[in-house]
């Protein structure tokens, strides 16, 4: 199906300017001959002689001015004007030399003339004006202003929308739901002859960069039908009732073009919950567009093969007459990916860039955990920019690791500058974060430990990757974490005798952990299984809202400041019981600046052994 291509039309304004300049040409060259006389400018004397000859034929006495015309021996009119002057006896001569009176003398002024400035240029003057207000509006609006009722829907057909099932990873679930609507879009008879019929739309839910939009072009492509495209946003206009006609004109198009996927992103911009406080009288524009949208899905045939998609990362907002069976009738989760989604999403959009033999995605894909598929993308395109800067032809291991920093904790910062004091507290920091975690059993494996700054703020970190993916965390599990972080504050304790800001970030994640711990998981003993706290929308934010009193809510600040105060005294005590080993690894740290997961335990083991012989060797 090919897309003809039409000619922009011509503005307004340009046919005027071609009208205009045909009078003009008319006027300069035809009417003048046609329909002007010439004026004759005489003295006053003159016209008394004129008149006492008998010669003037007519006569227009005007407030400034007298003219008047003559005719000549061949008939031909001649126009003559001379200046008014205090004469009461001038009437009665004109009487007396048989002259006619009128009310004025044809000039020589064109009426084409007149008829221009008249109504052409005021016209023209009018069309100028409204159309820069319109190019204004349409600026400003984003859209062409004198096109408000059309729906700007992007249209994409078989030959142009190039996806399929094969270039989404990592989201089978979604996949599978979505392909009896393919199926339906293939073969509709069979359905058809059972009585069954297609749902009218399907609601794609998930975070942002799971590969919604992506799902539903893939459905498209393998249905091969023309895919409709709009963002939620394009339906708010400035002007009431715009909105709705938008919503009209896309059903109309989508009905022409039946079979048809119609795709709506983000539509929790127009299909938030109707109250009465929005607007006045409770009706305004969005909620003028919802309605209209409510009453198209109601009114198309589903048979036809008309498929609604729709996708948002903010369902708790939609309202519940756009979720009721016969509109929504289903909700496809699109959840970030899992270990086996990562790594199939990785060699996906790795697919067209050059890549070592010796890659290890499976590395990579623990290395992201809750990584969305945009960022996994972003993750090897990074990659493919650092072996560019390196001068290499093809991406290596490193490179996708160094990438993974990259998109967690932001480029280095090589030139800052760290004195030595603030570079050995930061190097005890991370080494107490990590030692910490090595002395628990529950706590993931250390990864990495680098104290070279970080464009995202970070002076430093310490990387830790589970050696398999997690599904659900233990009340031990997260304690762990806590008493993790609680790490680094205490190394500085011990080590310096003072405290820096470094440890902001640690305090603000374990007080995170704490209080869901407490609110949300039921892991107090205190409170029990008691839901104190509600998340307020799990897929763009952890945030969340007291659903407690403001007595309870200091009871669980209690048991919080508790919590994290254990957590801290059990991470002094194992340092301090590796008082010596601390000394070791952060001397360590500071000579390499990064070292490896593999490199920490080496010298933990060795260390350890060492512990082991020395009382062996004294008895000797």
């Known amino acids: 199906m090919k897309v003809e291509k039409k000619s922009p039309k011509k503005p307004l304004v340009f046919y005027y300017l071609i009208a205009m300049a045909v009078l003009m040409l008319l006027n300069a060259l035809v009417f003048p001959a046609l329909l002007s006389t010439p004026i004759t400018d005489v003295s006053y004397d003159e016209f008394l002689t004129m008149v006492g000859n008998q010669q003037i034929n007519e006569v227009a006495i005007e407030t400034d001015q007298i003219a008047f015309t003559t005719i000549d021996l061949e008939g031909n009119t001649q126009v003559y004007r001379t200046g008014k002057m205090d004469d009461d006896g001038l009437v009665d001569r004109l009487y007396a030399s048989g002259v006619k009176f009128a009310s004025a003398i044809p000039t020589q002024e064109s009426p084409i003339i007149t008829f221009l400035m008249s109504w052409v240029f005021p016209i023209l003057f009018f069309v100028v004006i409204g159309q820069l207000m319109g190019k204004m509006m349409s600026k400003r609006m984003g859209g062409n202003a004198m096109q408000f009722g059309k729906s700007n829907a992007k ?21 599978e739901a979505l392909t009896e609507i393919v199926d339906f879009l293939h073969n509709p008879k069979k359905y058809a002859s059972i009585g069954a019929t297609l749902p009218k739309g399907a609601l794609l839910v998930g975070p942002p960069g799971t590969g919604k939009t992506l799902l539903a072009k893939a459905v498209a492509g393998e249905a091969k039908v023309p895919f409709f495209s709009i963002s939620g946003s394009e339906f708010v206009e400035m002007f009431v009732g715009m909105g709705a006609a938008k919503v009209r004109d896309l059903f109309k198009q989508a009905a022409e073009k039946a079979p048809c996927i119609v795709f709506i992103d983000e539509i929790d911009t127009i299909g938030k919950k109707r109250d009465n406080g929005s607007g006045i009288g409770g009706n305004d ?21 008309v498929v609604i998609l729709a996708a948002t990362n903010r369902p708790e907002s939609l309202d519940k007459a756009l979720l009721r069976p016969g509109r929504f009738d289903r909700r496809i989760p699109v959840e970030l990916p899992d270990l086996a989604g990562r790594i199939a999403v990785l060699k996906v959009h790795s697919v067209d860039v050059k890549m070592d033999s010796d890659i290890d995605f499976d590395t990579i894909g623990r290395a992201t955990s809750g990584a969305s ?7 090897i395109n990074e990659a493919a920019l650092r072996a560019v800067r390196l001068g290499r032809q093809s991406v290596s291991q490193m490179d996708l690791e160094e990438s993974v920093e990259v998109v967690i904790a932001g480029y280095q910062r090589k030139g800052a500058m760290i004195n030595e004091r603030e570079k050995r507290i930061i190097a005890y920091h991370e080494i107490g974060h990590a030692l910490v975690s090595a002395r628990l059993k529950d706590a993931s494996p250390v990864h990495k430990i680098t104290i070279i700054p970080r464009t995202s703020g970070a002076l430093g970190y310490t990387m830790q990757i589970d050696e398999e993916e997690r599904v659900l965390m233990s009340k031990d599990d997260m304690l762990s974490q806590i008493i993790t972080l609680t790490g680094g504050r205490a190394a500085e304790e ?84 590796d008082r010596a080993l601390m000394d070791v690894l952060a001397e360590y740290l500071l000579d390499k600046e990064t070292i490896t997961g593999v490199e920490f335990m080496e010298i933990l083991n060795r260390e350890d052994a060492k512990k082991l012989l020395a009382p062996q060797e004294t008895l000797v």
């Open 155 to 175: 249209v994409y057909i078989e030959s142009t929308t190039g996806k399929t099932f094969a270039d989404v990873a990592g989201q089978d679930e979604a996949k």
């Open 285 to 305: 524009e969005r909620e003028q567009t919802l309605n209209q949208l409510l009453s198209e899905m109601d009114g198309f045939d589903g048979t036809k093969g």
């Open 373 to 379: 598929g945009a960022e996994l993308a972003n993750i």
């Open 494 to 577: 011990i080590v310096f005798n003072s405290i820096t800001t470094g440890a902001s970030n640690d305090i603000e994640k374990a007080t995170k952990t704490a209080r869901a711990m407490i609110t949300r998981y039921g892991m107090s003993e205190q409170f029990g299984m008691i839901a104190l706290e509600t998340v307020t929308n799990p897929y763009l934010s952890a945030d969340s809202s007291l659903m407690c009193s403001a007595e309870m809510a200091a009871k669980v600040d209690a048991e919080v400041q508790s919590m994290i105060h254990g957590a801290h005294d059990k991470a002094r005590e194992s340092l301090l019981e």
